[in-house]
């Protein structure tokens, strides 16, 4: 067994690997999932160091295991087999299916009241809801105007529940237009 600060140690550099692999691959505006999933992982690591909860700390450390098996990282694969004898075998790489396509769609969610009209975007590296307004609303359109722009048509009467206006995928910029129509 490996001890509390072993743990943290792997844990650490293991959520380090993983961030420096993922940030920067979807951006909404500001928001960025694959940040936002680190802070949770960490508070979750700092609150059982702190109850010593080596059960959750192993278990963290399992799933980071995984991971690294598909996505292999030399480094942390060396500190886990210095620090506990564990060795990481990568799992060969199968082609995968990857979409390079980017693509925009409306959904609805939900029944009477409580539906949603939202509109997602999909992108090599991941997806997500850039606008959403309240009510089932088929006057509602969105379309590319070219690879750096999407425009979406809203009627003039809704209730927003989320607007983006500028999605990143690395270094690429997205650029959201809203367009009011009667």
């Known amino acids: 067994m490996v001890a509390i600060e072993k743990y943290k140690e792997l844990i650490t550099l293991g959520l380090d690997k993983r961030l420096e692999r993922l940030k920067g691959g979807i951006i909404f505006d500001e928001f960025d999932p694959a940040v936002d999933n680190d802070r949770i992982f960490r508070n979750r690591l700092n609150r059982f160091i702190k109850r010593k909860n080596t059960e959750g700390l192993e278990r963290m450390l399992q799933d980071l295991i995984r991971d690294f098996e598909f996505n292999y990282d030399q480094k942390f694969a060396e500190v886990l087999f210095q620090v506990s004898g564990c060795k990481i075998v990568p799992i060969p790489?199968?082609?995968?299916?990857?979409?390079?396509?980017?693509?925009?769609?409306?959904?609805?969610?939900g029944k009477k009241e409580n539906c949603l009209t939202c509109v997602s975007i999909e992108l090599p590296t991941g997806s997500g809801s850039i606008y959403c307004i309240r009510g089932k609303n088929p006057v509602l359109t969105a379309d590319w105007l070219d690879s750096q722009t999407i425009e979406i048509r809203v009627p003039s009467v809704r209730e927003e529940v989320k607007r983006v206006e500028i999605v990143k995928m690395y270094s690429e910029t997205i650029h959201i237009l809203y367009k009011e129509i009667c």
């Open 93 to 109: 790489s199968q082609p995968k299916a990857f979409s390079t396509k980017r693509q925009v769609h409306i959904k609805y969610s």
